[in-house]
C-alpha cells in the first residue's frame, strides 16, 4: 500500500511540476527571448536619464499605467502615436478605437513596428507588444478586437507620444 501510494505522490508531484513550467515559464522560450536584441541599446542608467520615472517603468521594467490615466484615451486628432522611448512610429490614429478598457486601443499596428513575445505573469499566458526598434514594453494585444483584424492592442499611453498631422 504504501509503495502505490508513494508511486502516485511521485508521479502527480512530477507532472504537476511539468505543467508548472509549460505553463508559467521555465522553458527555453523564455531564455530565448531575453537575449534578442534591439537595433536601439541603451544602459539602464541612460534609459532612465531619457524616460520620465513613469516611462522607464512601463518602457523598461513592463509596469503597467494606472487605468484611464492617460491623456492619449481622449486624443482623437489625425496623427501618428510614436515609441516615447526611440520616437518610432508605432499606430496610424485612424486605427485607434474606443476599447472601453481604460487603455488607448487600436486595431493594428503600422507595418514593421512592433514585436510580440509571450508573457506568462499574472498566472496566465498573453501576449506582450514591444516596440521593435528598441524593445519597451508597450502593453498586450488580444483576440476581442473590432474588425477588419478582430484585434485589441491595449497599449500604456505613457510609452507612446502624439505626433499630429501636418495642417495641409
Known amino acids: 500500500m504504501d509503495n502505490r501510494r508513494t508511486f502516485l505522490m511521485v508521479t502527480t508531484g512530477?507532472?504537476?511540476?511539468?505543467?508548472?513550467l509549460r505553463l508559467f515559464g521555465g522553458g527555453g522560450d523564455a531564455a530565448a527571448q531575453a537575449k534578442k536584441t534591439f537595433e536601439i541599446e541603451k544602459s539602464d542608467a541612460e534609459w532612465r536619464k531619457l524616460l520620465t520615472p513613469a516611462q522607464y517603468n512601463v518602457l523598461r521594467a513592463?509596469?503597467?499605467e494606472r487605468l484611464g490615466?492617460?491623456?492619449?484615451?481622449?486624443?482623437k486628432r489625425k496623427g501618428t502615436f510614436?515609441?516615447?522611448?526611440?520616437?518610432?512610429?508605432?499606430?496610424?490614429?485612424?486605427t485607434k478605437y474606443e476599447s472601453g478598457t481604460g487603455w488607448p486601443g487600436f486595431w493594428q499596428p503600422l507595418p514593421d513596428a512592433i514585436g510580440t513575445?509571450?508573457?506568462?505573469?499574472?498566472?496566465m499566458a498573453r501576449t506582450e507588444v514591444h516596440c521593435r526598434r528598441c524593445g519597451g514594453h508597450l502593453g498586450h494585444v488580444f483576440n476581442d478586437g473590432p474588425k477588419p483584424t478582430g484585434l485589441r492592442y491595449c497599449m500604456n499611453g505613457v510609452s507612446l507620444k502624439f505626433v499630429p498631422a501636418a495642417a495641409a
Not at 82 to 94: E, K, N, R, T
Open 14 to 20: 512530477g507532472l504537476m511540476a511539468f505543467l508548472g
Open 62 to 64: 513592463h509596469g503597467t
Open 69 to 75: 490615466s492617460s491623456s492619449l484615451n481622449q486624443e
Open 82 to 94: 510614436v515609441c516615447a522611448g526611440c520616437d518610432l512610429p508605432l499606430f496610424a490614429s485612424d
Open 117 to 123: 513575445k509571450t508573457d506568462r505573469s499574472l498566472f
